[in-house]
């Protein structure tokens, strides 16, 4: 059994897979881990020359798989993970990224540590470039230094976000609950989803170091999760959303005290996602306003947020600092590209049905 796999799933990136593959490649062979480590490159059906590319491809530690027909980003991944990995442990890099230079020996003395610690899932910290190869940011910074994280309701609502970034994430397969993943193989945030399943009755482990270059902002393929952009990170921030529900669901089912600690770990993350995706000023509600109108977004915003288990946690713990935010959203609107009347009174909508929830729930009590 070898000790790590690289396993990179792709689909219609012919002409950029090869520099994740020799990212990995060369240190593989510089550093003469051909007995540790070998790579699984899983070709989701694409229309492209991806699987003439794979046919190149001699090396014995590089094993290729060419699906007849397209199961989707998530499909792909659980498939692999849950069939075809034998290895001890796991490295998911997606086809636009590549592992950072002669990391490869540090990562496998980190996956022999965690496995003597018996610790099943690794974090790391992303750093995101433009295609240009300039610093975007840096995200998933769940700690300052390298920490191990206690299995708790709390820790997984503070934690479980930060492997929305698949590459990057360290795991023994064999040892992930993937319950809740099948369960909900087509929600697109299906890492968070394994991540806060795998944190439930595990340990974890934050490893603060940098060992993919993640690319951002580039040309995607999500079609099924949407046709534009806008419908895209709509599709994303209710998954998002979803994704924190089916988890507390499952604690809910417990007790009604691992359900509250849950929801306020999570409370922090929450705040972020409703103002990156609902309020930013490139896309949230004025984005959903100029493509759908005011009178479907509004309703679209209501179904899929202020019905949801999370915006309950958002109001019951900081109802203030939750309007304060939503109305500064609505000014700064103004500034936007996107911006007209429309999105104003789009926006003032979903205050005014966000405060009569909040009244309905005051009432009740």
């Given at each position: 059994?070898?000790?790590?796999?690289?396993?990179?799933?792709?689909y219609?990136?012919?002409?950029?897979?090869?520099?994740?593959?020799?990212?990995?490649?060369?240190q593989?062979?510089?550093?003469?881990l051909?007995?540790?480590?070998?790579?699984?490159?899983?070709?989701?059906?694409s229309?492209?020359?991806?699987?003439?590319?794979?046919?190149?491809?001699?090396?014995?530690?590089?094993?290729?798989?060419?699906?007849?027909?397209?199961?989707?980003?998530?499909?792909?991944?659980?498939?692999?993970?849950?069939e075809?990995?034998?290895?001890?442990?796991?490295?998911?890099?997606?086809?636009?990224?590549?592992l950072?230079?002669?990391?490869?020996?540090?990562?496998?003395?980190?996956?022999?540590e965690?496995?003597?610690?018996?610790?099943?899932?690794?974090?790391?910290?992303?750093?995101?470039?433009?295609?240009?190869g300039?610093?975007?940011?840096?995200?998933?910074?769940?700690?300052?230094h390298?920490?191990?994280?206690?299995?708790?309701?709390?820790?997984?609502?503070q934690?479980?976000?930060?492997?929305?970034?698949?590459s990057?994430?360290?795991l023994?397969?064999?040892?992930?609950?993937?319950?809740l993943?099948?369960?909900?193989?087509?929600n697109?945030?299906?890492?968070?989803?394994?991540?806060?399943?795998?944190?439930?009755?595990?340990?974890?482990?934050?490893?603060s170091?940098?060992?993919?270059?993640?690319?951002?902002?580039?040309e995607?393929?999500?079609?099924?999760?949407?046709?534009?952009e806008?419908?895209?990170?709509?599709?994303?921030?209710?998954?998002?959303?979803?994704?924190?529900s089916?988890?507390?669901?499952s604690?809910?089912?417990?007790?009604?005290?691992?359900?509250?600690?849950?929801?306020?770990?999570a409370?922090?993350?929450?705040?972020?996602?409703?103002?990156f995706?609902l309020?930013s000023?490139?896309s949230?509600m004025?984005g959903?306003?100029?493509l759908?109108?005011?009178?479907?977004?509004?309703?679209?915003v209501?179904?899929?947020?202020?019905?949801?288990?999370?915006?309950?946690?958002?109001?019951?713990?900081?109802?203030?600092n939750?309007l304060?935010?939503?109305?500064?959203?609505?000014?700064?609107?103004?500034?936007?590209?996107?911006?007209?009347?429309?999105?104003?009174?789009?926006?003032?909508?979903?205050?005014l049905?966000?405060?009569?929830?909040?009244?309905?729930?005051?009432?009740?009590?």
């Amino acid at each position: 059994m070898k000790l790590l796999s690289i396993f990179i799933p792709t689909y219609n990136r012919a002409s950029i897979l090869p520099n994740a593959v020799r990212s990995v490649s060369l240190q593989i062979e510089s550093f003469n881990l051909q007995e540790a480590v070998d790579i699984i490159i899983c070709n989701d059906c694409s229309p492209d020359d991806t699987k003439d590319y794979l046919e190149t491809l001699k090396e014995s530690y590089i094993n290729t798989i060419n699906r007849t027909h397209n199961l989707g980003m998530s499909a792909n991944i659980f498939a692999v993970l849950t069939e075809t990995c034998k290895s001890e442990w796991v490295l998911i890099l997606t086809d636009d990224d590549t592992l950072e230079s002669n990391i490869l020996p540090a990562i496998l003395k980190k996956c022999q540590e965690l496995s003597n610690s018996n610790v099943p899932i690794c974090l790391t910290p992303r750093y995101s470039y433009l295609s240009s190869g300039e610093l975007h940011c840096i995200a998933c910074q769940s700690f300052k230094h390298d920490t191990l994280i206690q299995p708790s309701p709390s820790a997984v609502g503070q934690i479980m976000s930060d492997g929305f970034i698949l590459s990057g994430i360290l795991l023994q397969p064999d040892k992930i609950d993937y319950s809740l993943w099948s369960e909900n193989i087509e929600n697109s945030m299906f890492p968070v989803i394994l991540t806060g399943a795998t944190l439930r009755n595990q340990h974890g482990y934050y490893w603060s170091n940098k060992i993919v270059n993640h690319t951002v902002l580039n040309e995607c393929f999500w079609d099924r999760w949407g046709k534009t952009e806008i419908d895209r990170e709509y599709r994303l921030f209710c998954d998002w959303i979803e994704a924190y529900s089916i988890l507390a669901t499952s604690y809910n089912e417990l007790s009604s005290s691992e359900y509250d600690k849950f929801w306020r770990g999570a409370n922090q993350k929450l705040k972020k996602a409703y103002s990156f995706y609902l309020f930013s000023l490139q896309s949230g509600m004025s984005g959903l306003v100029k493509l759908y109108g005011v009178y479907k977004a509004s309703q679209m915003v209501v179904k899929t947020v202020f019905c949801s288990y999370c915006f309950w946690a958002i109001c019951s713990a900081c109802i203030k600092n939750f309007l304060k935010s939503l109305i500064k959203a609505i000014f700064l609107l103004r500034r936007s590209k996107f911006a007209n009347w429309k999105t104003i009174v789009a926006s003032l909508l979903v205050l005014l049905i966000a405060l009569g929830h909040f009244n309905k729930k005051i009432k009740r009590r």
